[in-house]
């Protein structure tokens, strides 16, 4: 963007035969001046406001008139004249070369700040001259406010003249782009606006208030410390410009914003005179107690540190740039006198503001004539304190910045130097341009001990204190430093606290305010947004079952691992019980117990039908079968212990293969039994020479084929996929059922559809058998406890399906035990019946007669 003074220089330079140099402002005269070898300019805001003049095209205005003196200026255009009177008396510096300086004011005001620009390049000389001679400065020193110090970088950069800023921290001047010969000895608001967003996190303040100065340094430094804000998680509740030009109307929209507001920090990025009107506009409104957070505009800005201003932003923190100590400085500002040189005219306005005179007689004025001599010890006045060293330290190094940097061009060798083919500068014809390329490069430490150097966007290292308000004993507002922060530090380290100073905070409070849009969410909970409303403001939503949060304000509830639950309060979790069907407890020793006694009882029948192996009613019912059918049934009641206690691989697999063949090889040994009743009904018919078909020998490899088929699937089985003990997490979310998985469901359904399909076929002989006409047929009771082996099984397969954990061992136990007691005592106890309480049936005649 082309300024309207570039474009004016441009024609000015444009135009035909040789460019004449008008005088520009010819009233114009320096405050402070002093001839030398190399002059340094400066310009600064002596004055607060300029006084507005209607401009016409008939009439010259004449100078602008500027109103409110500003001593805390002078007093920046006194550390300069001192910093150059310290160069001047230094053999080590400069040697031979004398610094010369024209000190300008600024008002401060755009326009006047160009003008002053313009006068330090070209002297003010009533005769034309030719505007193509150097420049009459070698830098400038100023301005202190950034939108006036815009105007002075945008005007003097064409021709390379460096401007070095005490004060200017607008964060869109490290352009280099825009503005090439920029420097200043403050940090950049860039930087400022990113540690005010910290020291905000640092405290916890999440939802806050934001005012600015409308102005470059306002605006941008907000723009700046609102997309930091955004990042540390900090939400703005509002963000509202204001400037001291503007109307008390506006002031009052301001106080009203603030007063309808929930939140209890204010962010003020704006300049000592707009804070100072906005603070006692709130004063009238009663609106204490908000907690303010400074920038360095005005946190330590003395003229605002009244007990109106207090009454408001008492306990106020903020950012500061450090204080440091100018020996001699105190002194140098007492001698100081407008009569002492001629070019001190910046004092006279002062002078006789302090002392009540004029310096010159006046007509209209009938004060009394002062000499500007007087002495300033005993006089209480703040022009006498310059204890508030911070700013004008910042300017006592931007003078010797240059003077570094023009000792360094004096120092240079030829065929060494930085310029083309390693020449130097000339010495006796030192251009702006030159000495802006050693500021670039110019590195020292200063006799206080502060290195100073330049970063590529001409910054320097990013330093602050950190400043709280508070009274004294004497009532009196101090500026207590509680803090530093470092940008050059660690991340996580630049905040570092004074263990030594206890912090005041609004209303005198001495524990940290809070100020957030909701409250945290605790352990246990998690955050849920509301929409339309920033992301500070949310509700508190506790962890689902089975989830748990244990940051406070976690974003999202975090699901356990698979073997663990969420305690009662969400904020953790711990270890799931493993539920099995232990020997221990009551199911587990019932079942044990009704399996032992099954065992038991089945040894008991098996010893009688021993005893009474000759009786006719065991050698009629095949008691080689009888025998191996009571084996296979014990291990039927004994195999259900297997299903007892905790999983194992070797436990699964047994439990269900020791179940499938037991069963099936006590079917095979009925089905054998129900066949050979089938036979011997057949064989007592006329002719028949069945049970020749079916002796001992076919039913032995009947009973053997049958259980081999079993035997071949349960390897088939336990060779592709056999049953695993597995952690079930599914089915429970509070516990963990250990159980052993099928592997293969095709391999558990096939052993259990083989023994269905073996019960199934044996219920149908011995249904067809029932009624064959036998005092004692035994197919009737093979037919009763194939029907209840059947009912079981069927009633197994739903109760399996759905029973949950450990009842679904429990299922299947009681499904082989009482399927298992059905066949014991449907087979086997009408037989001992006989044996033991009708020993007068149990003979062979008895046996042999048939049942008409």
């Given amino acids: 963007m082309v300024l309207l003074t570039d474009i004016l220089l441009l024609v000015l330079f444009s135009g035909l035969g040789k460019p004449v140099c008008r005088p520009y402002g010819a009233q114009e005269f320096s405050q402070f001046s002093k001839e030398g070898n190399i002059t340094i300019g400066g310009i600064f805001s002596f004055h607060l406001n300029p ?41 080590k510096i400069l040697p031979g070369i004398s610094l010369g300086y024209r000190i300008y004011d600024s008002c401060p005001s755009v326009p006047l700040s160009v003008s002053a620009s313009l006068a330090l390049m070209n002297r003010h000389e009533e005769v034309a001259k030719t505007c193509l001679k150097p420049s009459s400065v070698h830098a400038v020193i100023g301005d202190t406010f950034s939108t006036s110090t815009i105007g002075i970088a945008r005007t003097v950069g064409p021709f390379h003249i460096p401007v070095l800023s005490h004060s200017a921290t607008c964060a869109c001047l490290s352009n280099k782009k825009e503005y090439p010969t920029f420097f200043r000895t403050i940090p950049s608001d860039y930087y400022q606006s990113r540690a005010l967003a910290k ?37 703005i509740e509002y963000s509202v410009p204001i400037h001291k030009t503007d109307s008390r109307q506006k002031f009052l929209e301001v106080v009203e914003i603030i007063k309808k507001s929930s939140s209890k920090v204010i962010v003020a990025f704006v300049d000592g005179p707009t804070l100072e009107m906005l603070a006692k506009e709130l004063f009238l409104q009663n609106m204490t107690g908000f907690q303010w957070v400074g920038s360095e505009g005005w946190i330590n800005y003395r003229s605002i540190a009244s007990p109106v201003s207090y009454a408001v932003v008492g306990g106020a923190i903020g950012l500061a740039i450090p204080k440091m100590n100018l020996p001699g400085l105190q002194e140098f500002v007492m001698k100081m006198r407008p009569s002492s040189r001629p070019g001190n005219m910046g004092l006279v306005e002062l002078w006789e503001s302090i002392f009540s005179c004029i310096l010159k007689p006046r007509k209209d004025v009938s004060m009394k004539t002062c000499t500007g001599s007087e002495s300033l010890h005993g006089i209480n006045d ?124 609004a209303n005198s409070r001495q524990e940290v305010p809070r100020s957030v849009c909701s409250e945290s969410c605790l352990p246990g909970t998690h955050m849920a947004f509301v929409k339309g409303k920033p992301i500070c403001c949310f509700d508190c939503i506790p962890c689902a079952d089975g989830e748990f949060s244990n940051t406070t304000n976690a974003l999202t509830c975090v699901p356990c691992p698979p073997e663990y639950k969420s305690n009662e309060e969400r904020n953790n979790c711990d270890l ?96 054998g039994k129900t066949i050979v009743v089938l036979m011997a009904f057949r064989a007592t018919l006329p002719g028949s020479n069945v049970m020749k078909w079916f002796g001992p020998p076919q039913q032995r490899l009947s009973v053997l084929a049958f259980t081999l088929i079993q035997v071949l699937i349960c390897v088939l089985w336990l060779t592709t996929s056999p049953p695993f003990p597995n952690k079930n997490t599914n089915h429970y979310k509070e516990k963990i059922i250990l159980e052993c998985d099928v592997g293969s469901a095709v391999g558990f359904w096939a052993v259990l559809a083989y023994i269905g399909l073996l019960s199934i076929l044996c219920f149908v002989l011995a249904f067809l058998a029932r009624k064959l006409p036998d005092n004692f047929n035994e197919a009737k009771f093979i037919t009763f406890s194939m029907l209840i082996f059947c009912a079981v099984w069927i009633t197994f397969i739903p109760a399996y399906v759905s029973s949950p954990g450990k009842f679904t061992v429990a299922v299947e136990i009681f499904a082989i035990l009482a399927s298992s007691y059905g066949m014991l005592f449907c087979i086997f106890v009408p037989k001992c019946y006989i044996i033991l309480l009708k020993p007068e049936k149990n003979t062979k005649r008895n046996m042999m007669d048939k049942t008409l």
Avoid at 461 to 469: D, E, F, G, I, S
């Fill in 51 to 91: 006084v507005s003049v209607d401009p016409t095209l008939q009439v010259n205005p004449g100078r602008v008139q500027c109103q409110g003196l500003d001593q805390g200026e002078l007093h920046f255009a006194q550390a300069m004249i001192f910093a150059i009177e310290e160069i001047n008396n230094n053999s």
């Fill in 576 to 671: 799931k019980s493993i539920e099995f069907l232990t020997f221990h407890e009551l199911m587990g020793i019932l079942l044990v117990a009704f399996s032992v006694m099954g065992g038991c009882l089945t040894i008991t029948i098996a010893l009688i039908f021993f005893v009474y192996k000759d009786t006719p009613i065991v050698k009629a019912n095949n008691s080689e079968l009888s025998f191996l059918l009571l084996f296979s049934l014990k291990l039927c009641f004994l195999c259900s212990l297997t299903f007892i206690g905790r999983p194992s691989k070797w436990s699964c697999m047994l439990r269900h293969t020791v179940f499938g063949i037991t069963f099936v090889l006590c079917i095979s040994c009925i089905l």
């Fill in 382 to 505: 703040s022009y006498t304190d310059v204890s508030n060293t911070n700013l004008l330290n910042n300017v006592y190094n931007a003078v010797y910045a240059v003077a570094h940097s023009l000792h360094n061009l004096i120092m240079c060798k030829d065929g060494h130097g930085p310029f083309m083919n390693r020449t130097c500068a000339d010495k006796g014809q030192i251009e702006p341009w030159q000495v802006l390329h050693y500021l670039t490069q110019v590195k020292f430490t200063t006799k206080h001990g502060e290195r100073i150097q330049f970063d590529k966007q001409g910054d320097p290292v990013p330093r602050y204190t950190l400043v709280n308000w508070q009274l004294n004993s004497h009532g009196v507002v101090v500026f207590e430093i509680i803090g530093l922060y470092d940008a050059s530090l660690p991340k996580g380290q630049q905040f570092v606290m004074k263990d030594d100073v206890q912090a005041v905070w």
């Fill in 199 to 235: 020291l905000v996190e640092y405290f916890g303040w999440t939802w806050i208030g934001a005012i600015r100065t409308n102005n470059d340094y306002g605006n941008n430094g907000m723009a700046t410390f609102l997309k930091a804000a955004k990042y540390e998680g900090i939400c």
